[in-house]
């Protein structure tokens, strides 16, 4: 390869090298196809804008499908995850003052694990840095040529210095805001699009669960979720208009309210601290179609975005890489183009499942400003017929949990 490295500071020495796979951005898509390639011999280097301290210290997703602790495993990422994650059996809704549980074992014989994005991002990248793949840090002007051709190329500069990489393929894992989607001329794709008229307001904050497994609260004032990092270390979430200040959240007032939407013995028990994190993320569900445009994919966010509620963006960039790992691995390994053809509509397929899971959950934890009386009841009727159907919890649980792939 003529990729060279700085010692092991992945920095560049400059000039023009060539890869078999250029992957634009390291969150969970592009670290964890990078070692699924890495895993099969195949060449990548990765291209992230931000340092490797600012991906780390973003808080985002804390919900591992099993499919996903699976891939984490068979790249040998999944040791700490293992020994400090928590694998949960079930999860429990509030409305009506009651807590429903639902008892994900019982009813798919499958679980999930709490475990932080920010570990699992840390756990990649300690791996990848182990394993003396090229990770450049801070590339600048990236730019995507010739991807509709046979000789793709990814322009950037880095410290100042402007350079280039030959490639094969090029894996856009750079999110919704990146660059790779941004390239593709807006008539080769479709967009299907919606927004929903409030956000999330987060906090983190080192203090003990209120319980030991997730509480989604649908109640009048709003939704609120429950949930953890770890044993000590708490994530909690209120339902906020879409325009809120965070200015006007001091955390006395984030408890107040987060206390209000849930039941008495909850709200009782609930141990607060100050926030070491708090953050307002908008809502909403958007893919783009196709996933291939020639010698580009699109994986992650950079093709599709969920509302959180269902816990489904970083588990959907984890089985789209999954399936564009083995497409890609069939094409160096076979020189076969079937995998890489399909990757596209057997992407999709499994990110429409999700788009309609997280757009239902949503729609019937949330309060909908412009919702009439009528609205409320028939959500209302929707909860209790779920809190009393195990045909009903099964649906919710098969998906929650991740549908196969
Ligand atoms: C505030 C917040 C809370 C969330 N909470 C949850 C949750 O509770 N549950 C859940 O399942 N999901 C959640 N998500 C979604 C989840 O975090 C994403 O689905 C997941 O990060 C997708 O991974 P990705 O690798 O596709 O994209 P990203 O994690 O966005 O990674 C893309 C990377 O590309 C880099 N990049 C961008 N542009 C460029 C460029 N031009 N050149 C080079 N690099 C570039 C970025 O810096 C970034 O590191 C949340 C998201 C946000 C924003």
């Known amino acids: 390869m003529l990729w060279q490295l700085a010692g092991k500071k992945n920095e560049l020495a400059g000039g023009s090298v060539r890869t078999q796979v250029a992957i634009i951005g390291s969150g969970p898509a592009g670290l964890l196809l990078g070692q699924l390639l890495h895993g099969a011999g195949i060449d990548a280097v990765i291209l992230e804008r931000q340092s490797r301290d600012y991906v780390l210290s973003r808080i985002r997703a804390g919900v591992l499908e099993d499919g996903t602790v699976r891939l984490l495993d068979a790249v040998g990422a999944g040791a700490r995850l293992h020994a400090e994650g928590l694998p949960h059996d079930g999860f429990e809704l509030l409305f009506g003052g009651r807590r429903h549980r639902i008892d ?36 600048k002007d990236v730019a995507l040529h010739d991807f509709d051709g046979s000789k793709p190329s990814v322009t950037f500069t880095k410290d100042g210095v402007a350079q280039r990489l030959d490639c094969e393929f090029i894996a856009g894992c750079d999110g919704y805001h990146g660059i790779s989607r941004a390239s ?44 953890m990092r770890s044993q000590s270390r708490s994530r909690y979430y209120v339902q906020c208009a879409a325009d809120e200040d965070i200015a006007n959240w001091p955390d006395e007032r984030f408890w107040d309210e987060l206390r209000l939407r849930l039941d008495p013995a909850t709200a009782e028990a609930l141990v607060t601290g100050p926030s070491i994190e708090k953050s307002i993320a908008p809502l909403r569900s958007f893919v783009a179609e196709p996933m291939r445009f020639g010698r580009l994919f699109l994986a992650g966010d950079a093709a599709h975005i969920v509302p959180p509620t269902g816990a489904k963006g970083l588990n959907l960039a984890a089985s789209d890489v999954h399936y564009l790992s083995q497409a890609l691995i069939d094409y160096f390994g076979e020189r076969s183009s079937a995998g890489i053809d399909a990757y596209s509509a057997k992407a999709l397929a499994r990110v429409w499942k999700a788009e309609r899971f997280s757009w239902w959950l949503t729609s019937l934890m949330h309060h909908f400003p412009q919702d009439s009386a009528f609205g409320r009841r028939i959500q209302r009727a929707e909860l209790d017929y779920l809190a009393g159907s195990d045909h009903a919890m099964a649906a919710l649980a098969e998906n929650y949990v991740g549908l196969p792939y």
């Open 104 to 139: 994900l074992q019982r009813l798919t014989g499958r679980r999930v694990t709490i475990y932080g994005q920010t570990e699992m991002t840390r756990d990649l990248m300690d791996l990848r840095a182990s394993e003396g793949a090229a990770t450049v840090f801070e590339a």
């Open 184 to 227: 593709v001329p807006g008539s080769a794709m479709q967009i299907f699009e919606r927004g929903y008229p409030f956000g999330w307001l987060g906090i983190l904050a080192d203090v003990p669960p209120v319980s030991h497994e997730l509480i989604y609260a649908g109640e009048e004032r709003g939704f609120a979720l429950c949930s």
